[in-house]
C-alpha cells in the first residue's frame, strides 16, 4: 500500500512536483499548444485561467473504461458516480449532477443522467476523437449549471475538414475481466467542397470480476451509430449529422438470491453546426450549434416486467460572433433550451417538468504581451413548468474576473474571481416519492431559491519543452448551496396491503411485518465551502537505446464542509498517480501507481470507505512508427487484484471495482 496519510501524500505529491516540473500524464509538448475550443475564448491549454485538460483519440484509448465518468477518472480532478458497468457520470472537484455539464460538440446531451446516478450519459469516449475538460466555474460560456465544470466529447460527427480520399479507422478491444468486445469504426470521405462521414461503434460485457467474485448482473450492451455531411470552404463550415445511440445494462439486485433488473434506453440526436470566417463590423468569426434530441429509457424489473420509463426531450442551441486582433480577444453570444422531462410508473419520483433556459453572454480577454486581463457577464432566466407545482421563475446574473502574467518565458501565472448563481432543477424542486435507484425516499423543495457560488482560483505552470509543471488552487464558497440530506424519518411500502407512510423510525411498531423501509432524504440549502486543488508535474529523465524515458506526478484533493457543520455526502477522496513511461518511433510503455486516500470525512448517513492503490501498465506498439496505420496495445488495470471501492458511489458498499484486467486494442487507420 502506498501514503495514506493525506499531509504525507501531499508533500511527497509536491516534492516530487519540485523535482519533476511539467504536466500531468506524461502529455507532450504539442498537447499542451493545442487549443481548447471548449474554453469560453478559445486559447493555450496551458494559458486558460482554469484548469483544463485535453484528451486526444490515442488517450482516450489508453483510459477507456466502461462508461465516461469511469474513463475519465484517471484526470486529475475528476472522479465517477460508479453505478456499476453501465453508468458512470464524471463528477469535478467534488460536483457532480447538475453542476457539471456534460457537452457532445460544445452542444448539451440532453439525456437523463442528472436525475439519478442509475441513468447513463449518452454520450461515450468509445468513438471520441477529442475530449476537453474545464475544471471550474464555467458557467459565463454553458450557464450556472457549469459552476463545477465542463465535459465535452466531440467525435466529428459533423466533418469540419475535407478528405483527399476515402479514408477508415477502426478500433477493436477485448478486455478480460468482463469478457468484453468493443468496436468503433468511421468512413469519411469527400465529394468537392462536401466533406461525408459516417460511423458506429459497439461495446458488449458480461458481468465483471472482482477480487470478491463475480459482480451480479452488471452485463452491458451498447451501441450508437450515425452520419454526417457538411460544406466545408475557406470560409469555415456548415453541416448537420443524426446519431442514435442504444444502450442497455444489468442492474445491481437489491437481494443477491433475486434477479437483478435492468435498464434499456435509446436516443435519437439531431445537430447542425458552422464555423464562419467573416468580416462584419468588430467580429471575424460566427459559429453556431443547435440539436434536437428524443430520449427514453425503460428500467425492467427483474422478471422481466417493465417499470418506470422516462423521457426526456428537447433542443439546445446557440449562437457566438468573436473578434480578436493583436492584443484584444472576445466573444458574445446567446444560448436557449428548452426540454421536456417526464416519468412514468410506480416509481416515478416527479411529475411532467418543462424547463427554458435563455442565455447572454459576453466575455473579453485583454492581451499586453506580459500580462493581461479577462472578464465576463451572463444574464440567464430559466422556467421550470411543472405538472403538479406549478411556474418557477429565475433571473440568475454571473460575472468573473481574471489577470495574468507571463513573468519569464515558459511560465504562466493566473488568477480569477468568479460570481456564478445556478438555480435549482425540476428533480431538487419537485420531486417526490421512492428512488429504488438511491435506496431513499426522496422528496424537493418548490420554495428553493437560487444557488450562489463565489470561487476564486489561482493557477502556476510552466512549460520548458522536457520539463513541464502545473498546480492549480481553488476555493469555492456557496450561499445556500442545494443538498440532498436524510430528514431522520422512514417510508414503508406493503406491497401485500397494497398500504404505504410515513414512520418516525424503522423500529415504529406501526409498519406492517415484512414492509419495505426507506430513509427519507430532502433537498435543503445551506452554506458549504470545497477547496483544494491539482499539482502535476513531468519531465523526460533521459535517453536510452532510442527511448525517451521520463517521470510523472499528479495530486489531486478536494474538501467541502458545511459552514454550520457537516460534510456533503459523496465527496471524492485525494488521489495520488506515480507514472514511469518510455517511448520511442515504434513503441511506447508505462508503468504507474495510482493511490486512492481514504475518506473519512463523512455526511452523518455515509460510512468510511478504505482506500486502495491499483498498480497498471500499457505497452503499445507501432509497426510503421508515429505515423504508421497500425497501433496494437496491450493495456493491465489493478494487476495486483486490489479491493477498491468508489466513496462518490451510492453502490460503494455492495458493488466494488472490477479486479485485475488486460485489455487488448488494435487501432487502424487508412
Given at each position: 500500500m502506498m501514503l495514506r496519510d493525506t499531509p504525507a501524500r501531499a508533500a511527497a505529491a509536491l516534492v516530487l512536483g519540485s523535482l519533476l516540473p511539467g504536466l500531468a500524464l506524461a502529455q507532450d509538448a504539442q498537447t499542451e499548444q493545442e487549443i481548447v475550443v471548449t474554453a469560453p475564448l478559445e486559447g493555450s491549454r496551458i494559458e486558460s485561467l482554469q484548469g483544463a485538460e485535453i484528451l486526444r483519440r490515442e488517450d482516450i484509448v489508453a483510459q477507456l473504461n466502461g462508461g465516461l465518468g469511469d474513463t475519465l477518472d484517471a484526470t486529475p480532478g475528476i472522479a465517477s458516480t460508479f453505478f456499476g458497468a453501465g453508468a458512470s457520470r464524471p463528477i469535478i472537484r467534488g460536483l457532480g449532477e447538475d453542476r457539471v455539464r456534460v457537452l457532445q460538440n460544445g452542444i448539451g446531451a440532453i439525456d437523463a443522467s442528472t436525475a439519478s446516478p442509475d441513468h447513463a450519459v449518452t454520450s461515450d469516449g468509445l468513438d471520441a476523437e477529442r475530449i476537453e475538460i474545464l475544471r471550474g466555474a464555467a458557467a459565463l460560456a454553458y450557464g450556472g449549471n457549469a459552476v463545477g465544470g465542463v465535459v465535452n466529447v466531440i467525435d466529428q460527427s459533423i466533418p469540419t475538414r475535407l478528405s483527399d480520399e476515402l479514408s477508415f479507422d477502426v478500433l477493436a478491444a477485448y478486455s478480460s475481466v468482463d469478457d468484453g468486445a468493443h468496436g468503433a469504426g468511421r468512413v469519411d470521405f469527400s465529394a468537392g467542397d462536401a466533406a461525408f462521414t459516417l460511423h458506429a461503434s459497439e461495446r458488449e460485457s458480461e458481468p465483471y470480476e472482482t477480487p470478491l467474485g463475480e459482480a451480479l448482473n452488471q452485463w452491458t450492451n451498447r451501441r450508437a451509430y450515425g452520419a454526417g455531411a457538411a460544406l466545408v470552404r475557406d470560409w469555415g463550415f456548415a453541416g448537420v449529422a443524426v446519431k442514435r445511440t442504444e444502450d442497455a445494462y444489468g442492474l445491481l439486485p437489491e437481494d443477491p438470491s433475486e434477479p437483478g433488473g435492468r435498464i434499456e434506453l435509446e436516443q435519437t440526436r439531431i445537430e447542425s453546426r458552422g464555423d464562419f470566417r467573416i468580416d462584419v463590423g468588430p467580429f471575424?468569426?460566427?459559429?453556431?450549434?443547435?440539436?434536437?434530441?428524443?430520449?427514453?429509457?425503460?428500467?425492467?424489473?427483474?422478471?422481466?416486467?417493465?417499470?418506470?420509463?422516462?423521457?426526456?426531450?428537447?433542443?439546445?442551441?446557440?449562437?457566438?460572433?468573436?473578434?480578436?486582433?493583436?492584443?484584444?480577444?472576445?466573444?458574445?453570444?446567446?444560448?436557449?433550451?428548452?426540454?421536456?422531462?417526464?416519468?412514468?410508473?410506480?416509481?416515478?419520483?416527479?411529475?411532467?417538468?418543462?424547463?427554458?433556459?435563455?442565455?447572454?453572454?459576453?466575455?473579453?480577454?485583454?492581451?499586453?504581451?506580459?500580462?493581461?486581463?479577462?472578464?465576463?457577464?451572463?444574464?440567464?432566466?430559466?422556467?421550470?413548468?411543472?405538472?403538479?407545482?406549478?411556474?418557477?421563475?429565475?433571473?440568475?446574473?454571473?460575472?468573473?474576473?481574471?489577470?495574468?502574467?507571463?513573468?519569464?518565458?515558459?511560465?504562466?501565472?493566473?488568477?480569477?474571481?468568479?460570481?456564478?448563481?445556478?438555480?435549482?432543477?425540476?428533480i431538487e424542486l419537485f420531486s417526490d416519492g421512492p428512488h429504488l435507484a438511491t435506496a431513499n425516499y426522496e422528496i424537493g423543495d418548490p420554495d428553493l431559491g437560487q444557488e450562489t457560488a463565489l470561487s476564486i482560483e489561482a493557477s502556476l505552470r510552466y512549460d520548458n519543452g522536457p520539463v513541464r509543471f502545473e498546480i492549480n488552487l481553488y476555493r469555492i464558497g456557496f450561499s445556500d448551496y442545494v443538498a440532498l440530506v436524510e430528514r431522520g424519518d422512514v417510508f414503508w411500502v406493503d406491497e401485500l396491503t397494497d398500504t404505504s407512510g410515513f414512520a418516525p423510525d424503522a423500529g415504529d411498531p406501526g409498519i406492517p411485518a415484512g414492509a419495505d423501509i426507506l430513509p427519507v432524504f430532502s433537498f435543503v440549502q445551506q452554506d458549504a465551502t470545497f477547496s483544494g486543488g491539482e499539482v502535476s508535474a513531468a519531465a523526460q529523465l533521459f535517453e536510452i537505446g532510442g527511448f525517451a524515458v521520463s517521470a510523472n506526478v499528479a495530486y489531486d484533493l478536494v474538501r467541502a464542509e458545511f459552514d454550520g457543520g457537516g460534510h456533503p455526502p459523496r465527496i471524492p477522496p485525494s488521489t495520488l498517480t506515480l507514472g514511469l513511461e518510455a517511448e520511442s518511433e515504434n513503441w511506447t510503455g508505462r508503468i504507474e501507481a495510482v493511490d486512492t486516500a481514504d475518506q473519512d470525512r463523512l455526511a452523518p448517513f455515509e460510512t468510511a470507505t478504505d482506500g486502495y492503490t491499483f498498480f497498471n501498465a500499457g505497452l503499445a506498439w507501432r509497426p510503421g512508427g508515429e505515423s504508421g496505420p497500425w497501433t496494437l496495445r496491450i493495456d493491465g488495470r489493478n494487476l495486483t487484484d486490489e479491493l477498491g471501492r468508489v466513496h462518490s458511489s451510492f453502490l460503494k458498499d455492495d458493488l466494488p471495482l472490477p479486479g485485475r484486467n488486460v485489455r487488448f486494442t488494435v487501432l487502424t487507420s487508412f
Open positions: 471575424n468569426r460566427l459559429d453556431y450549434g443547435v440539436q434536437h434530441s428524443d430520449y427514453q429509457h425503460t428500467e425492467f424489473e427483474g422478471d422481466g416486467a417493465p417499470g418506470t420509463r422516462f423521457f426526456s426531450e428537447g433542443f439546445e442551441a446557440r449562437l457566438e460572433a468573436h473578434h480578436s486582433d493583436d492584443r484584444h480577444d472576445g466573444v458574445v453570444g446567446v444560448q436557449f433550451t428548452d426540454v421536456d422531462f417526464s416519468a412514468e410508473g410506480e416509481e416515478a419520483f416527479i411529475t411532467p417538468t418543462n424547463t427554458q433556459d435563455a442565455g447572454i453572454f459576453g466575455i473579453e480577454r485583454y492581451d499586453l504581451g506580459l500580462w493581461g486581463v479577462e472578464g465576463g457577464l451572463r444574464y440567464e432566466r430559466r422556467e421550470v413548468d411543472n405538472l403538479t407545482f406549478g411556474r418557477r421563475s429565475f433571473d440568475n446574473v454571473s460575472g468573473s474576473l481574471g489577470a495574468f502574467v507571463r513573468p519569464a518565458e515558459g511560465w504562466f501565472v493566473g488568477a480569477t474571481l468568479a460570481h456564478t448563481e445556478r438555480a435549482p432543477t425540476a
